[in-house]
């Protein structure tokens, strides 16, 4: 990693990110995402997404770990419990996890997909 992906890092919270248009998953009205990759490997990467409210439906296929820097949002699996995330939490999704997002305030995370 170079000395400006890794000021970028330390500065998530208020990097400048890409228009990555309206989010696939969503399952409501059109909600807007945005985003910076700070490291890609073939299908491996992280770096940085933010997405507008609304509610979604996800199926992974990947593992993806989350930290979440601003918003609010709730997390709940095919057949589980709804999970509050929010700023400041950490979130594990394996690879095979289905359920629901539910944004209530526009969400900021880093991630990482492996």
């Not at 400048?16 to 700070?38: S, V």
């Not at 890609?40 to 409210?53: E, F, L, M, R």
């Not at 609304?54 to 699996?77: C, D, F, H, K």
């Amino acid at each position: 990693m170079n000395l400006v992906k890794t000021e970028l890092l330390a500065a998530a919270a208020d990097a400048e990110l890409e228009d990555w248009g309206p989010l696939a998953e969503a399952t409501g009205n059109p909600m807007a995402t945005h985003g910076l990759e700070m490291w890609v490997d073939g299908d491996k990467s992280a770096g940085i997404w933010q997405c507008t409210p609304g509610p979604s439906y996800w199926v992974q296929e990947e593992n993806e770990v989350i930290y979440v820097l601003a918003g609010r949002m709730t997390v709940t699996p095919d057949g589980g419990a709804p999970t509050e995330v929010n700023a400041g939490d950490i979130a594990v999704f394996p690879v095979g996890w289905k359920g629901t997002w539910d944004i209530h305030e526009t969400v900021r995370k880093v991630y990482s997909i492996f």
